[in-house]
């Protein structure tokens, strides 16, 4: 891509969560680490067995960590958007991945090397503070997963996934409404919350007959957030 010539690493690292604590000197070690890498659309990023000797920070584009069965199924874990970090709890296991991550679109990503992450922890602590504090908020978001799962409804569920993504902001205003844009297939978020396709296609159908809200293709156009978030209570 052209405009990795262009990209100024050390300030796309300031404005993330993960890093914007440390000195300019600090960054500026780190971008020895780095480099920008594109993927095209369906191809890996790892897979599972491949050893972790780095974690990536997706820049443009959208992942999907994933595992899949020997028959090849797969189950979405999560979609990784852009500014979000991914794999970096592998770097203190000592181990190979235990996820497949796969590029959704056209995306570039960063990657961070292993070596140069930790010999920054061993100089200051705050980066593992900062990084442990990650790696805790995608924890509590996974159980939150398994707590959805096992106490709610595919439809609780579902409307669940389109109320977190107007809280996040990834949404556009209409006249009267909210547009939410798939940021995956339907199918890809099906498997994301543990739906069938099927199922998921079923229930997007239901809230348009009740008049909550209207689908054209991968827009979903929320026409009451109230009443959507009750029915998603029954």
């Not at 799962?149 to 809280?167: C, N």
Request: with cysteine; aromatic share 6%; hydrophobic share 45%.
């Amino acid at each position: 891509m052209d405009c990795c010539e262009h990209f100024d690493i050390e300030q796309y690292l300031s404005v993330l969560p993960l890093f914007g604590d440390l000195s300019p000197a600090q960054r500026q070690r780190l971008v020895a680490g780095c480099a920008l890498q594109p993927f095209a659309q369906g191809q890996q990023v790892f897979s599972v067995s491949d050893q972790c000797q780095a974690f990536y920070v997706v820049v443009t584009g959208k992942v999907k960590l994933y595992v899949a069965s020997p028959s090849g199924q797969e189950k979405v874990i999560e979609l990784i958007a852009p500014s979000q970090s991914f794999a970096e709890a592998f770097l203190f296991l000592d181990m190979a991945c235990m996820v497949n991550a796969q590029a959704l679109s056209d995306s570039l990503l960063l990657r961070i090397s292993k070596a140069v992450v930790v010999g920054e922890i061993q100089r200051d602590p705050q980066l593992a503070m900062n990084m442990l504090a990650g790696i805790s908020r995608r924890m509590h978001g996974l159980i939150r997963d398994v707590e959805g799962y096992a106490l709610h409804s595919g439809t609780q569920r579902l409307i669940g996934y389109l109320l977190r993504e107007i809280e996040s902001g990834a949404c556009t205003p209409g006249e009267g409404c909210l547009t939410v844009a798939l940021s995956a297939s339907k199918a890809t978020i099906a498997s994301r919350l543990s739906l069938t396709p099927e199922y998921f296609s079923r229930v997007l159908h239901e809230l348009e007959v009740a008049g909550l809200i209207e689908i054209q293709k991968r827009e979903i156009r929320i026409l009451n957030v109230p009443a959507l978030a009750a029915f998603g209570s029954h």
